[in-house]
């Protein structure tokens, strides 16, 4: 089955009905998505198959006063059952090229050491970097 990746938009989000499982976290939250899509520094692409969500990757472009700017990829997801195909290393190679367009300095993301499949993937999409060691503070803000 052929896959094609997408980028999501207000004019498509309808694309986000039909979700494969366990590509993102929880349920989407029409709030939050339509925030997502209204800001124009936040980008989606989702890979499709037979009209079915079977992956998706987030991520969003910010600024610095003293540097150009920069794409965090936040987030990437594929059903385990289309998992090993290429598709996440498809979505970041997008996700990769809109940062290019859009001028960014870099476009990086974050991953556990234990998780040796996304760093297989990471490492498979074109000029990526060698793995950096750093620290995360994280600050849980709910009650």
Not at 25 to 36: E, V
Not at 37 to 59: P, Q, S, W
Not at 96 to 108: D, L, T
């Amino acid at each position: 089955m052929s896959v094609s990746i997408v980028r999501v938009d207000a004019s498509n989000a309808g694309l986000l009905d039909t979700i494969a499982p366990d590509v993102f976290d929880f349920a989407i939250r029409p709030d939050s998505l339509a925030a997502f899509l209204g800001d124009a520094r936040h980008v989606m692409f989702v890979a499709l198959e037979d009209g079915v969500v079977v992956g998706m990757a987030t991520a969003f472009e910010y600024f610095h006063p003293d540097k150009l700017p920069q794409m965090f990829i936040n987030e990437v997801g594929v059903t385990p059952d289309s998992q090993k195909r290429g598709i996440g290393r498809q979505l970041i190679a997008r996700l990769v090229e809109e940062a290019q367009r859009r001028g960014c300095q870099s476009a990086w993301l974050g991953t556990t050491p234990d998780n040796v499949a996304a760093q297989k993937c990471f490492a498979a999409v074109p000029d990526a970097e060698g793995p950096q060691t750093f620290l995360l503070y994280e600050w849980d803000l709910k009650d």
